[in-house]
């Protein structure tokens, strides 16, 4: 035997997934053989490069490119590669795998591919980050760490370079067709083909070496008819698995009985034949799952988004889907909740026989069903967290079992597992335009299931996409609500991450968008959204403007609580900008709107708050009767820590009119309340404004 035997029957990896660390990834394959080209790889590690020859320490992290062509084994390789180096010891930080190129052939876009390294690396990426800060982070994130990280499929140097650390301690491993030009000191490892040797001791592998012994000869023609890729020999090998009865010779007539496209490469040619021979020899229920499956998002699959596309049982599905992995049309990951992907280099040619042998009406058909799927199956995932006697449980209990999850944690895994296929259906959804009325629905699930699981401070970089896919709709289907719905969300993400002005321009514009569709509630909280923004950047004019106009709509539509709300936020504006009479009035204003709602809490921060206004104006003897009215009412509430707080400003405002023992008395107070001094000091420290 030589040392190129590859084998690539195993998974492969989906986009975003770690081996080190994160959730399961897809790269299981069983390898052995192509020892020259890990020699030589491991080899190149070690060698020095041009600022090491020139005397000076290396700048950025070395990088090694394993080329060929779809089907050659080469991401099977590099993991191979990243394994044995990671057991070497030499990058103890893990290694992160990551694709570069979509199932479908088009470029993963920059901005996303760093969200992705990020997320393996648990680093909270900002919603609404751009691509040039968000590699920044990637960098930074390496710049301290000896990892391994592999770069599958990437279309040229343009992508890869954005995300190379600058430190030498770390490595990168690249897959491509063809050289990355552009990265200084690369020197492809290329893959050619298997040897015949190495090739039949491959197929011997699936279908046993009996076969094989007979007929020799055969077996040889059949690795040349193969072109000696790994995949097109797993693709012969599973054909001839499944047919026990079936010699090698046979796989050879079989192959050479397939029709070639007369356009097609001479290279491309045996994988194409080996796929065509294992999709036509597959029952037609069967095979036309094979082909739906091209539109499974992201590549990946599972047994109810194949069942989905078919239109068949998730039994039914699921025993398929096994059965493609045995013949090598499909890798999976073998969890508990397994997920299935067709390889890299087969989706091509899935996608090719899907549009040749399904009609478009039949193709939309089969998206809109596995779209309603997964809204449903997003509802269940919702859902389950809610009580046992909440609306949403009985209509749970209304779903196919199927459909259900049966607890809460099953449902976080599953979503887990599925978020990179789910936020890409959603892209796609989108990007279709023939299904809006579902991709609307199917964000509006996702957005739930994920602050439910996950909440919204740690999905909020992906809600920040979701919300975007929502505008892009709106804007295309003309739909001012959910427009508005949408930039107070995405404004709301800004302002949280300190993109004020950001946020600014996009309240006024849900503002338009909010009178567009005469929907007071948008256009009200739009207003008050944008009071705020002008607070936070110290416009305290703006900011009583804004507010002033949001609560005039408040006190025309009856909503008393908003109103007494926005009182107290005018108070505090016009606290800053030292007009303590205004401050003063929509202070009491705003304890006037509460004592009529019933809410005492609220009631006695807003008197709190207007004694502090008097303190400022220098009216003590107000404060300090404003003060002890404050603390009464805290007490009432049952509300200990507001009580304690108010307890403490009496205190001071005591201290300034010269009476140290009641100030005493009132710090006893607050510290019998409280229990312990530090948190008699947080509570100092903290602002009780409404």
């Known amino acids: 035997m030589t040392d190129q035997a590859v084998d690539t029957s195993g998974p492969a990896e989906a986009a975003g997934t770690a081996g080190a660390e994160g959730p399961p990834d897809l790269t299981q394959s069983q390898f052995f053989g192509r020892e020259r080209e890990l020699k030589s790889l491991q080899e190149d590690i070690e060698r020095a490069g041009l600022d090491t020859l020139a005397g000076r320490k290396a700048a950025r992290a070395r990088v090694l490119l394993i080329a060929g062509r779809p089907g050659s084994g080469r991401t099977a390789l590099a993991a191979e590669l990243t394994r044995r180096v990671a057991e070497s010891g030499d990058h103890p930080d893990g290694v992160f795998r990551i694709s570069l190129t979509e199932p479908g052939g088009e470029r993963v876009p920059a901005e996303r591919t760093a969200r992705e390294l990020l997320g393996l690396l648990h680093i909270a990426a900002p919603p609404g980050a751009d691509e040039d800060e968000l590699s920044e982070m990637v960098r930074e994130a390496f710049a301290v760490r000896r990892a391994l990280i592999q770069l599958d499929d990437a279309v040229d140097a343009e992508q890869v370079d954005p995300l190379l650390p600058d430190n030498p301690d770390c490595l990168v491993v690249a897959t491509s067709t063809g050289p990355l030009t552009g990265i200084p000191g690369v020197r492809p490892c290329t893959l050619g083909g298997l040897d015949a040797g190495s090739a039949v001791q491959l197929l011997a592998r699936s279908i046993g070496q009996v076969r094989i012994t007979v007929d020799p000869r055969a077996a040889e023609t059949l690795a040349e008819e193969c072109g000696g890729l790994p995949a097109a020999l797993t693709l012969v090998a599973g054909w001839l698995a499944a047919r026990p009865g079936a010699s090698v010779a046979d796989a050879t007539k079989q192959l050479l009985d397939q029709q070639d496209e007369p356009e097609q490469p001479a290279a491309a040619r045996p994988l194409t034949r080996a796929f065509r021979l294992a999709h036509e020899s597959l029952p037609p229920a069967a095979a036309r799952i094979l082909r739906l499956l091209a539109l499974a998002p ?329 003060c002890r009215e404050a603390v009464d009412l805290a007490r009432r509430a049952g509300d200990v820590r507001l009580q304690a707080a108010l307890e403490l400003r009496l205190a001071d405002t005591l201290d300034r009119l010269g009476d140290p023992a009641a100030a005493r008395l009132h710090r006893s107070a607050a510290d019998r309340l409280l229990g312990e001094e530090g948190s008699t000091y947080e509570i100092r420290s903290t602002s009780i404004e409404t």
């Not at 909440?390 to 809460?408: K, Q, T």
């Not at 609560?551 to 709300?565: M, N, S, V």
């Not at 003063?584 to 709107?593: F, P, Y």
């Open 298 to 626: 992201a590549g990946l699959a599972d047994a109810h988004t194949a069942s989905a596309l078919a239109g068949c049982s998730v039994s039914a599905a699921q025993t398929t889907l096994d059965d493609f992995v045995r013949l090598g049309l499909l890798r999976t990951n073998g969890a508990r909740q397994p997920q299935y992907e067709v390889p890299g280099c087969l989706a091509p040619l899935v996608r090719a026989v899907l549009e040749e042998r399904e009609r478009p009406a039949e193709i939309q058909l089969a998206r809109a069903r596995m779209l309603e799927r997964t809204v449903r199956r997003l509802q269940a995932c919702r859902a389950v967290t809610d009580p046992e006697d909440s609306p949403a449980r009985r209509r749970l209990a209304g779903l196919p079992r199927s459909l259900r999850f049966p607890d809460p944690g099953s449902a976080a895994e599953w979503l887990r597992i599925r978020e990179p296929a789910l936020l890409a259906s959603a892209r796609l959804a989108v990007r279709d335009g023939e299904l809006d009325t579902l991709a609307r629905r199917l964000v509006a699930a996702l957005v739930r299931a994920l602050a439910v699981h996950r909440g919204t401070e740690d999905a909020a970089p992906v809600l920040y996409g979701l919300h975007g896919l929502v505008l892009d709709v709106a804007e295309r289907r003309d739909l001012p609500r959910e427009k508005a719905a949408a930039l107070l969300n995405l404004a709301d993400l800004d302002a949280r991450t300190g993109r004020t002005r950001e946020a600014l321009n996009r309240y006024r514009a849900a503002l338009d968008a909010g009178r567009a569709a005469n929907d007071l509630y948008a256009t009200g909280r739009a207003m008050e959204s944008a009071g705020g923004a002008y607070a936070e950047l110290g416009d305290y004019n703006r900011a009583s403007d804004w507010y002033g106009r949001a609560l005039a709509q408040r006190l025309t539509q009856g909503e008393a609580a908003d109103a007494a709300r926005l009182y107290g936020r005018l108070g505090a504006v016009h606290t800053y900008t030292g007009r303590y009479g205004e401050a003063l009035r929509n202070w009491r204003a705003a304890a006037a709107g509460h004592r009529r709602l019933g809410d005492l809490p609220a009631q006695a921060r807003a008197l709190g708050e207007a004694a502090r206004v008097q303190e400022y104006a220098g009216r003590p003897q107000e404060c300090l009767h404003t």
